[in-house]
């Protein structure tokens, strides 16, 4: 099954195509001449795969070039059963755009029209009633913006129902009879002037055009979706996102929550523990160990100290401000042009553009971005999206504890670990891009206009989010604290810490300690990074330590979120692929940082392991594309 695009040239077919195939197209020589057409295919509604063909544009069916000349022999030769055309529509030149209009109607063919560039149309005070539009022509019209995305999942609908009917050989003409695509078919083909009287009976009926100021509003909605203005405003959005998470969080911490902590829990845990006599099994579980003879809230260990301390006071201020700022983008329409802007990046690493929403819900939570990943229709980039988020995006819990810990020694320091897992990331979607067969689908989606997001709807969303960070941060918390006072308690910590010392002190140059925040790890990366700052480490290992801990592992409730979403094979190599690329990491860092190895070295490894790799995969699939071939 084939669809052809054709329309006159500059109508923006090139783009409708790129929205409905994505990357993986081929360019291709007509036979015997010059004159180039992309191909490419794309996922009905139906769930079958269809070609997609972008033909050379043309002003009529009676060529006047080459390249009009091979337009007409692609749709006369290639547009058997089954098989429909998409004629693309400049909106902002409708009457010119028509008269190839009429010609396709004219042959008794399959077509959808895509009323393209709709939002410049709408811009410049050109308004076209459609659904007269459709009347008249007596075929589906959609509006279109493919620069945007407006419109081509409505299209895709089109383009799956009129290509049902066209293989069931039950495409019917609509029996309006003063549609155009009835009465031409009733009689022969009109002659250029017939055509254009009826072109303007149409433009007056259905167009109408009045004189309109670009709004500021209008304006900032193109920019967000230019290359070079888009990126600028998605850099500021971002920095004034997390400027304002932190302001929020630190003030949550400084003027609410350390308040609540000091002047109503700490007397409570005080008159408790002298109670418990200060120590014994049961203090130490339920209130921890005493630093310099007082609990220390953040590092005594305590169910009821820590145990609460950690998920309400050092996380949940920061965690309910990024939720705020997160779902202000969501409602103002800021997202779905935020993943318009990066779909060209997300494709070279293996998704489509709308895998940036699990990302940046990641730096939230890791587990609704998990569940977000559903969003992508295809197994394979679930997986890449998932091992991605895994390894290089760090919770709002686990970057307050970060901060909180690295930030002191200063903001380099932060720059290397931050900067470690941008690169992770980034590899690591080039390199799954280029080692797991198959292509990544077009982007399909709806861009909303901007608008101001309404104080109650926020609210819900909000505390909705909050509520289920809560149901699972506690308890993990909880859970982790009481786990790792046992290992203690019954001397695990120093067996296991014996049987990794190879891997600790030898590849990431950690003390034996470490091993406690490494299985933590498992339950709650914030919580494991916290501990690291009762064993004394130097601000080598704490980086290390962070590195690691940041990209070798999801947390529980993740993991389990994960399993659920890949299944098990799938999670397993996840995992396997993480733990190599966290202890490999972890490693390099650490030579790095003991200048054993300088970092220019390590930067041209990578750069060279990363080439290979890609020449690798293209090998891989030029063999493939060939076994396929001699297959067909």
């Given at each position: ?29 007509y ?30 069916l ?37 008269y ?7 042959r008794n063919i399959p ?12 811009h ?5 009633d ?12 959609v ?10 999942s ?14 069931a050989?039950s ?6 009879p ?12 009109p002659?250029?002037?017939e ?27 193109d920019?967000s ?19 304002i ?34 120590h014994?099994?049961?203090h ?24 609460f ?5 050092m996380v949940?201020p ?7 700022a ?6 103002v ?41 559903r969003?992508l ?12 988020l ?28 931050y ?9 690591m979607?080039l ?13 399909l989606?709806?861009i ?8 109650k ?17 506690i308890?993990y ?28 002190s ?6 034996a ?5 490494l ?7 914030d ?19 962070t ?28 995992a ?7 202890f490999g ?9 003991t ?23 293209r090998?891989?699939r ?11």
């Open positions: 099954m084939r669809i052809l695009l054709i329309g006159n040239p500059n109508v923006g077919k090139s783009a409708v195509f790129s929205r409905l195939t994505g990357t993986q197209v081929i360019i291709s020589n036979t015997g001449t010059t004159v180039e057409f992309t191909k490419g295919s794309t996922v009905l509604r139906t769930g079958e795969i269809a070609d997609v063909i972008d033909v050379p544009g043309t002003y009529s009676e060529p006047t070039s080459k390249a009009e000349d091979v337009a007409v022999n692609m749709l006369e030769g290639m547009l058997d059963k089954g098989d429909i055309v998409v004629n693309v529509v400049d909106s902002t030149h409708l009457e010119r755009n028509l190839l209009t009429l010609q396709l109607l004219e077509v959808v029209v895509a009323l393209n560039l709709w939002d410049e149309a709408r410049n005070g050109i308004s076209i459609v659904a007269r539009l459709e009347q008249a022509l007596g075929v589906s019209v509006p279109t913006s493919a620069l945007t995305g407006e419109g081509i409505v299209l895709m609908n089109e383009i799956s129902e009129t290509m049902k009917n066209a293989c050989n495409y019917k003409l609509m029996d309006d003063g549609s155009i695509r009835t009465s031409q078919h009733r009689a022969s083909h002659s250029a002037d055509r254009w009287i009826e072109i303007g009976k149409i433009t007056r009926q259905v167009q109408s055009i009045f004189h309109k100021h670009h709004t500021f509003v209008d304006m900032l909605e920019a979706i230019q290359p070079v203005s888009g990126l600028i405003i998605a850099v500021l959005v971002m920095y004034l996102s997390f400027r998470v932190g302001v929020i969080g630190e003030g949550l911490i400084n003027f609410v929550f350390d308040p609540i902590f000091e002047g109503f829990v700490r007397p409570i845990v005080t008159k408790l523990a002298m109670a418990l006599g200060s014994g099994f049961i130490d579980m339920l209130i921890g160990h005493l630093v310099n003879g007082e609990i220390d809230f953040e590092a005594s260990m305590g169910l009821l100290t820590t145990g301390y950690v998920p309400i006071a949940l920061y965690v309910f401000a990024f939720y705020v997160l779902s202000i983008l969501e409602d329409g800021y997202l779905p042009r935020l993943a318009v802007l990066l779909d060209n990046l997300m494709h070279v690493l293996g998704m489509h553009g709308y895998a940036v929403v699990p990302m940046v819900l990641g730096f939230g939570c890791n587990v609704p971005a998990a569940l977000a990943t969003i229709e295809s197994r394979r980039e679930k997986f890449i999206c998932a091992t991605m895994s390894i290089g995006i760090p919770c709002m819990a686990q970057t307050a504890m970060v901060v909180g810990l690295v930030g002191r020694y200063g903001w380099q320091y932060l720059a290397i670990i900067g470690t897992l941008a690169i992770l990331w980034l590899v979607g390199v799954l891009n280029a080692m797991l067969p198959g292509s990544s689908p077009p982007l989606m709806e909303p206009p901007y608008r101001l997001p309404h104080p709807i926020l609210a819900k969303k909000v505390w909705m989010r909050i509520r289920i960070f809560l149901a699972d941060a308890p918390v909880l859970l982790g604290v009481l786990f790792v006072n046992l290992l203690y308690v019954f001397g695990i910590i120093d067996v296991l810490g014996r049987a990794f010392a190879p891997i600790l030898g590849l990431l140059g950690l003390p300690e470490a091993i406690v925040a299985l933590m790890g498992f339950l709650r990366k919580v494991a990074v916290g501990m690291l700052g009762p064993l004394g480490l130097s601000v080598r290992e704490l980086v290390v330590a590195i690691v801990l940041s990209a070798y592992f999801p947390c529980a409730a993740t993991f389990v979120v994960l399993l659920r979403e890949l299944g098990p094979w799938d999670m397993l190599k996840s396997l692929i993480m733990l190599v690329v966290a990491a972890g490693g390099l860092i650490n030579l790095v940082m200048r054993v190895v300088p970092a220019s070295y390590v930067i041209i490894g990578l750069i060279v392991l990363v080439v290979i790799i890609l020449l690798v995969a090998v891989i030029t063999v493939r594309s060939e076994h396929s071939k001699g297959r067909t």
